[in-house]
């Protein structure tokens, strides 16, 4: 934003040097990103569009062109010339070079055009916080420097002599979506004269980077920039029915803007319309239907407040960014409408005559509350690291508009201003009154750390840090991916799920909230492997966004509430080991995805048993659903063709995906170590055949369940047979056995008590038979 300094001059009576006013501004927060020094440039024009007695700028000898050249006296054909007539581009005011720059008649001969046109001055380009709306204006600027210098502060108090008929006879306003519209106010000026503004008025838009169009025009955009607030004039006889309707689009109306286009508009925009179709964008643009041109005589000036999120959204729809926008975007001040309003009548009356009709229209059916916030000075002074006395908290906080409601010097209820509606806690007071005293003024400190003392690490990064370094060795590496996805990839996994969509997504790609953590993974490896990756190991540790019903939405239409648990999903795609002559080449299969597992469960030190699954995304032959302390925790397997095409990887891949919130409720942080064992082992393995149908796991289960004496120190599984051997029907499955005493050598006795029990207990439970 370009903020003038003769005119922040007017606003706030400030005697600083412009350096040393950027530079405090700038420690302040409002960034002066650069400076221009404006003044006229004398160069020699040799245009013919005068008549006698026009008053136009002339270049003295000694004048110097903006390339260097110096003007001198000369002869032209002849005749000597004693300077140089000039236009406005070649006085460095605007692009306009087809003649002569004329100037009013009534300009004294002799003037300075520097006086004539208000210069010198300097024009400051500021960076404004986008949430800082009020500093978009040289009012919202006078504000700051008056409460950084204590320069007094001049606020525009609009005098308008309103006379002849009452606006109701002459226009109405209708406001349909108060929500998206919350104030709307207009006012009607009758006999006004279309015409160019006064030049020291023109400069001063120019200055501020505004081109001037006309005194309609130039009086809305100056009231703009002097106090922030978007205004719009209306050509009143071009509206139908002196009509305003502030409401919804129709899903494919028409509309022409300001800038010539045709737009197709949305059942989201909002419009300003008549009493038959829209004639501006709410917040954004006018319309072509409505526009102020050389025939206008009668103006409804509209000054409004619109919802940000809806400009905004309308003002990407349509590819707009408008001053307008870019005010309404960030929020706007419903106050200062109304002050914005009178201003610019006043300027308007003043540059273009006519005469104000008695009375307003103003549709503000909910004003906003005032905004209250308790101030402690010792809780600014703990959050500053420097005391900080009360009486200079209230100083710097009545500095910037606050009023004092109740309270004392401990602690004060304070009402915040209308047009800060970034203070809404007492931690916004604390960062004010540090910008205000300066950030300089905060002592830096190093903080003291006692020699050999540590932080104590959390039980829960403990396990993180485990199940990481279980990964890790596995060859599995991290991947971190947005939360939002494509609701078409969500749905191939978790068709059983409606996403929560996200309201203004920035691509169809990222339109939906993940409800399953598989859907990034699944993308990472698909393009890995489309750039030539051989093998691709992928984790990720995050939250999913499960939407649940509700009494207000039972349809689970809407997005909120959900539930947003931590999930961990693996994703692996190649081979066991990478290609050598040392090793065999193998793909990765199930059991390599369920290995990997199994080490994250042991590092956790947390049991589990896995059954068979039938989940829509993993291969009904290949997956299987992990257990928890008799809660499923998770499902892993081979990836789903159909879901492997939705995401076009190979159906080969192998995911898993695990409740890290159950795992964390299992996991010990701190495991107990034993020593080396003192006495020997006693191994045994048996053969068993059971049921073809019979779960592995059950199997294990009955075997650990067997052992009353603490010996039986460890069990694995290290066959299963199905052949001519073995009778229809059934399998044989073998399982090593590890037998040992803490405190003896066990003897073959008590070593074949424990297998004869295994035995017993497993031909029981299972019918099985010891294979001979």
Known sequence: MKVSLNWLRELCATDLPADELARRLTF????????????????????QNFRVGDVVPMARPGAVLPGGQRIGRAKLRGVESAGMLCSARELGLSEDHEGLLILPRDTPVGTGLEELLGLPDTVF????????????????IA????????AALRIPQPRLAEGGKRIDALARVDVEDAKRAPRYLARVIEG????????????RLRGCGVRPIGNVVDATNLALL???HPLHAFDLDRLAGSRIVVRRARRGEPMTTLDGKQRTLSDDDLVIADGGKPVALAGVMGGQTSEVSDATTRILIESAVFDAGGTRRTARRHGLHTEASHRFERGADEKMAALALDRCAELLVQLAGGKIAKGVIDRYPSPRPQTRIWVRPARVSSVLGTQVAAAEVEQRLQSLGLQSVEGDAKRRLWAVPSWRGDLTREIDAVE??????????IPVVVPKAGVGETAAIAPEQRITRAARAALAARGFDEALNYSFVSERELLALRPDLKPVRVANPLTVEQAAMRTTILAGLLQNVGRALKHGAQDVRLYELGRVYLPRRSEMHPSGDLAWPVDEPRRLGLAAAGHRVPRSWAAPHDPLDFYDLKGTVDDL???LDVAGTYSPVEEAFLHPAASAALTVGGRRAGVLGQIHPRAAEAFDVPATVLVAELDWE????????????????????????????????????TLLAEIRAVDGKGLLEDVTLFDVYRGAQVPVGKKSVAVGLTLRAPDRTLTDSEADAVIASVKDRLKAALGAEIRS
């Open 601 to 603: 469960l042991a590092a």
């Open 226 to 228: 002097e106090l922030g």
């Open 143 to 150: 504000r700051e420097v008056h409460a950084l210098t204590g």
């Open 192 to 203: 006004v004269r279309i015409g160019p503004s006064p030049l020291r008025l023109q400069e």
């Open 432 to 441: 004010e009154v540090a910008r205000l005293r300066g950030y300089d003024t």
């Open 662 to 697: 159950l795992l964390l409720s299992q996991a010990r942080a701190l495991r107990e170590t034993r020593g080396i064992p003192r006495f020997p082992a006693v191994a045994r393995d048996l053969a068993f055949v059971v049921a073809a149908d019979a779960p592995a796991a």
């Open 125 to 140: 380009e500021l960076n404004v916080a986008p949430n800082r709306p009020d500093a978009l204006s040289h009012l919202g």
């Open 28 to 47: 302040a927060g409002v960034e002066v990103e650069g400076r221009e020094g404006r003044g006229t440039h004398q160069v020699v024009c040799g245009a």
